[in-house]
């Protein structure tokens, strides 16, 4: 699946949203024009007559070109322009909190990482694998307790702080493998970039209703005072407007939406290898009485971020998601036709069923994770089993978390504790320094508990460093805003304790703050800049440079590599850089530029990366690391190292 493509549909299909959006406003502004200036004229000739005056004889030309002239039109649409305007700031200021904000607002409670309920953790669990699998953050889960329909969201504006949400209905009455269908399925909108675009669609729509909910409040205030009937049918005529606003919002929303769950289905597939689980999901959801539906007071202005259809009974025309039937054949071609019916006694069976030895835990988990790994690389999954050597390294390095530090990084004092010994320095006075600093955080307990982690941190594999990390953001995100400030502060201390900063080190600052910013600090949204790769040709040939010199012992193999990475970007005009002229800072902010990048530029810029580390056919596991951290801070899918990789 090249994601990279459908980031760059979704952002297309962004410009004709906003294009439909304007083509809607302008329409409801004219509309608004007329109706206002009727109602006018209406509850004026009422009182003329009730004075006794003809109404013919009162309306003439000027009278009508007085209702309708330039300048009430242009009041009328700069008060109704105005309004929609404020609406949709109002709105994208509540969902710049990212997904837990949407979350939230659905009556969402956050599943802890050391939850002691066997349903919850099987949902952690596999949105952990999911993560992993696409080479994102593992982000917070949120279970919708009161919603009994079977459904599932994501929502988010980037994947730092996207968020996953199911039902109660779903997290009781899915196996694993259809939950893990569900999953892949959400997590495949946020690698194509339609999770953003559900956002942006929720605030400009919510812009185009408020003109009803102005009237509303309109005909309410003025309906307990028998003076104010001109407010009242003002009130009645912005109601209809905005009925309508809401009617051809929904024609949108159910256009962008419907061809993006197909796409979404046939990703979980790859994703998975497994058509079964979302083919059965899908099967058991039409044959569950209370289907998909949601129940919570906003539910219409979210309804296109579910999984399933969250409103039932609704037209075609209307509906957000294509008909269930459709999607199974899509996934399931030989299907019989029959739905799938579980009873309290299935589902005690189906509980019983998902029980698993931890052995079978362990490779399944392995295995789910790179297969979704290639999936998100543009790699056929069947050649994770062909006996690549780097695949095989790759396998070895998630197996190799130590099952103490797979438990700590799952509670938030442990998360921690990891994050400051991966950073605890060798020699032993320096050592202390450190550990000093890590008493003064006000973490109770955390020095014992560093101190404690520090020996096992060492003896794992540096390949099996990046996983563990990933690990860490949910319970890291569970931190209070005090304690962020207090974490981030210390990291940075423990970092610069020895007055210098090596690439493992900036490459755990950078996946840390990455994936935390957007949970406790307003996050800056990236704005798309450069088209060509020409644009960032100097950001570029520093990166590359430095690169090169560090993954290859002589300047001719530099060189060669520096060759190869640029030439697979289409940039045959820069030069290897010296030694001398590669900085660590220049290399940082490079990298940081390279992030404003169009969707459809990345993969050549990564491509030529991982090209110009793979021109030797080796990659060490702190290369790696360097690759998928400027993937991450570029937020697009870490890229795979397989074995066409070594071709020349």
Same mark, same amino acid.
């Given at each position: 699946m090249d994601f990279f493509t459908q980031q760059d549909k979704a952002r297309k299909n962004t410009g004709r949203l906003v294009l439909l959006f304007l083509v809607a406003v302008f329409s409801l502004i004219m509309l608004t024009n007329i109706l206002i200036g009727l109602t006018f004229w209406f509850v004026t000739q009422e009182e003329n007559v009730q004075r006794g005056i003809s109404v013919i004889s009162s309306t003439d030309t000027r009278?009508?070109?007085?209702?309708?002239?330039?300048?009430?039109?242009?009041?009328?649409?700069?008060?109704?322009?105005?309004?929609?305007?404020?609406?949709?700031?109002?709105?994208?200021?509540? *969902?710049?909190? !990212?997904?837990?904000?949407?979350?939230?607002? $659905?009556?969402?409670?956050? #599943?802890?990482? /050391?939850?002691?309920?066997?349903?919850?953790?099987?949902?952690?669990?596999?949105?952990?694998?999911?993560? *992993?699998?696409? !080479?994102?953050?593992?982000?917070?889960?949120? $279970?919708?307790?009161?919603? #009994?329909?079977? /459904?599932?969201?994501?929502?988010?504006?980037?994947?730092?702080?996207a968020v996953i949400g199911v039902t109660k209905g779903a997290v009781e009455h899915f196996k694993r493998d259809e939950l893990q269908g569900v999953i892949a399925h959400e997590f495949s909108h946020i690698l194509n970039g339609d999770m953003r675009l559900n956002l942006r669609l929720i605030a400009l729509l919510h812009g185009i209703v408020f003109i009803g909910i102005m009237g509303e409040m309109l005909a309410r205030g003025s309906g307990h005072r028998r003076s104010d009937g001109r407010a009242a049918l003002l009130g009645i005529a912005l109601m209809f407007i905005g009925w309508l606003g809401t009617f051809f919002g929904n024609l949108i929303k159910a256009a962008v939406s419907r061809q993006r769950e197909f796409l979404a289905d046939a990703s979980a597939v790859q994703f998975t290898r497994n058509p079964e689980g979302i083919s059965n999901a899908l099967k058991l959801i039409g044959g569950y009485g209370s289907g998909t539906e949601i129940n919570a007071s906003h539910r219409s202005e979210v309804s296109h971020l579910f999984f399933g259809q969250a409103i039932q009974h609704l037209s075609s025309m209307m509906a957000t998601h294509p008909p269930l039937v459709d999607r199974i054949l899509k996934v399931d071609p030989d299907w019989d036709g029959n739905y799938l019916h579980r009873t309290p006694p299935t589902r005690q069976r189906k509980q019983e069923g998902d029980e698993e030895t931890r052995q079978q835990k362990k490779e399944r988990f392995v295995e789910t994770v790179m297969t979704g790994a290639a999936v998100t690389a543009g790699v056929d999954s069947q050649d994770l089993f062909s006996g690549?050597?780097?695949?095989?390294?790759?396998?070895?390095?998630?197996?190799?978390?130590?099952a103490e530090l797979h438990k700590q990084a799952h509670d938030p004092l442990g998360a921690i504790a990891i994050c400051y010994a991966f950073l605890l320095h060798a020699e032993p006075s320096l050592q202390q320094k450190q550990l000093v600093l890590v008493e003064k955080s006000g973490f109770s307990g955390l020095v014992e508990l560093?101190?404690?982690?520090?020996?096992?941190?060492?003896?794992?594999g540096v390949g099996s460093r990046l996983p563990l990390i990933e690990l860490l953001l949910p319970a890291l995100k569970c931190m209070s805003k005090e304690q962020y400030v207090s974490f981030k502060r210390t990291l940075l201390l423990l970092i610069r304790a020895d007055k210098r900063t090596d690439l493992f080190e900036w490459c755990l600052y950078q996946l840390i703050r990455h994936y935390l910013v957007g949970e406790f600090e307003p996050r800056k949204e990236i704005k798309y800049k450069f088209k060509k790769a020409s644009q960032v040709s100097g950001e570029y040939q520093l990166v590359l440079s430095l690169l090169a010199h560090y993954g290859h012992e002589s300047e001719e193999l530099a060189e060669r590599a520096f060759n190869r990475g640029a030439g697979s970007a289409g940039l045959y005009n820069i030069s290897l850089l010296s030694k001398s002229e590669c900085d660590q800072e220049g290399f940082i902010q490079s990298v940081n530029k390279l992030s404003s990048s169009y969707p459809a530029l990345k993969p050549r810029l990564l491509t030529g990366i991982k090209n110009c580390i793979y021109?030797?056919?080796?990659?060490?596991?702190?290369?790696?690391?360097?690759?998928?951290?400027?993937?991450?801070?570029m937020d697009a899918p870490i890229p795979l190292f397989s074995e066409d990789d070594t071709k020349t």
């Open positions: 009278t009508i070109a007085g209702l309708f002239s330039w300048r009430s039109f242009g009041l009328i649409s700069l008060a109704v322009g105005g309004s929609v305007l404020c609406a949709i700031l109002y709105k994208w200021a509540q *969902l710049s909190a !990212g997904g837990k904000a949407v979350a939230e607002s $659905l009556g969402g409670v956050r #599943l802890y990482p /050391n939850s002691d309920d066997p349903n919850h953790q099987q949902v952690l669990n596999v949105v952990e694998e999911m993560a *992993l699998a696409s !080479g994102m953050p593992v982000p917070p889960v949120y $279970l919708l307790e009161h919603e #009994l329909g079977i /459904n599932a969201f994501a929502a988010g504006n980037t994947p730092a702080d690549s050597s780097d695949l095989d390294q790759l396998r070895n390095e998630i197996d190799g978390i130590p560093t101190k404690k982690l520090h020996p096992l941190i060492e003896p794992v021109q030797d056919g080796v990659v060490s596991a702190l290369e790696r690391e360097i690759v998928s951290t400027i993937a991450v801070v």
